[in-house]
């Protein structure tokens, strides 16, 4: 089915059939991104990520839509055939805002960025995205003016963005002070600091801390009615279980930074070279870290969007008195 003409997407726009139906009945639905199943992680963990992720959104109540470029169509959801040829799949575009019309009109198959996601999401009708770590501003964006175009999208876009904060990778105090000029909330879940992916501080305190899924769906519905808003970032901690303590990975990334510039890596290329080098050196554990803080952010994300649905329910049936 065609999805709604939001954003001038909507020629291009393929609804699952199971999501369109989701959207149309006022039930939960959280999108998902690919670039972490095609540049993320490593096959075959990228597709049981993938799906288990999907089952993790499942468990919570809500309905997950997957999205991806194929063959010239906006993919917001995709079946388990599509799921696993994009994960096989080599010389996916990673999209990113710049690159999604190039994969749609050249019928190359092409991932989304969180930037791309959001486009996508919000043309389908979707509020809330679960992901790993957004893209932000890399160390040494003073010389290399590289900023990731997830920020902007959150400036621009009203999707509720749920990550484990961004990579130590990058430069967080630079990230966290665009997020602010850019008019981003920023709120760590469950504590005051702003979590760092693999780690669950970055020594920096996030702006706000929310504790519910539903206050956070309060702020959404508030954040709905403002004329102009953008993207609200949920920064979500990975489980103490599964986390790498800042001193153990810290050594790790500047060792695969260094090795991105030595080689002369940049661009869209760093992330991805960076991510599977941080693997290399871990021995795979920052994948295991990876994997689980993946569906710690699907499992919020979906009690987010069961939140949400529940009060725009409520406010059509008159239920809330502050929403009549
Ligand atoms: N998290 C991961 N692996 C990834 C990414 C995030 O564990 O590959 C991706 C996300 O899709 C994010 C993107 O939006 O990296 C940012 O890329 P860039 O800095 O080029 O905008
Ligand atoms: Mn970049």
Redesign the pocket.
């Known amino acids: 089915m065609l999805g709604k003409d939001i954003n001038g997407l909507g020629p291009v726009l393929r609804l699952e059939e199971e999501v369109a139906d989701a959207l149309a009945e006022g039930r939960a639905v959280v999108a998902l991104?690919?670039?972490?199943i095609?540049?993320?992680?490593p096959w075959p963990r990228n597709v049981e990520t993938a799906r288990q992720v999907e089952a993790d959104i499942r468990a919570g109540g809500a309905v997950p839509a997957t999205i991806a470029a194929l063959d010239g169509v906006l993919h917001i959801g995709l079946s388990d055939g599509a799921l696993e040829r994009l994960a096989r799949a080599e010389g996916v575009m990673?999209c990113?805002r710049a690159d999604l019309a190039i994969a749609l009109a050249t019928g190359r198959p092409g991932?989304?960025?969180?930037?791309?996601?959001m486009m996508a999401a919000h043309a389908a009708g979707i509020a809330v995205f679960a992901?790993?770590?957004?893209?932000?501003v890399?160390r040494g964006a003073e010389t290399s003016f590289?900023i990731?175009?997830?920020l902007d999208e959150l400036a621009r876009t009203p999707v509720c963005v749920v990550?484990a904060g961004a990579?130590a990778l990058?430069d967080l105090p630079k990230t966290l002070e665009v997020l602010e000029t850019r008019g981003v909330p920023v709120i760590a879940h469950g504590q005051d600091a702003f979590p760092a992916?693999w780690s669950r501080d970055s020594g920096l305190a996030a702006p706000y801390r929310m504790d519910t899924a539903e206050e956070i769906a309060e702020l959404l519905a508030l954040r709905a009615r403002m004329a102009g808003h953008g993207g609200v970032l949920v920064a979500n901690p990975v489980p103490e279980a599964d986390e790498i303590p800042p001193a153990e990975i810290a050594s790790v990334i500047d060792q695969a930074v260094a090795e991105a510039t030595a080689r002369g890596v940049g661009?869209?290329a760093?992330?991805?070279f960076v991510?599977a080098m941080i693997y290399e050196l871990t021995r795979g554990r920052s994948l295991v870290t990876?994997i689980a803080l993946?569906r710690n952010n699907a499992r919020l994300a979906a009690r987010i969007a069961v939140a949400l649905a529940a009060r725009e329910h409520a406010s059509r049936t008159g239920r809330l008195a502050s929403d009549v």
Do not use: R, Y
């Open positions: 991104e690919s670039t972490i095609t540049h993320g992680m990673k990113s991932s989304t960025t969180v930037a791309a996601t992901t790993g770590g957004i893209g932000g890399h590289d990731s175009a997830d990550a990579k990058l992916f661009g869209k760093v992330t991805p991510l990876n993946v």
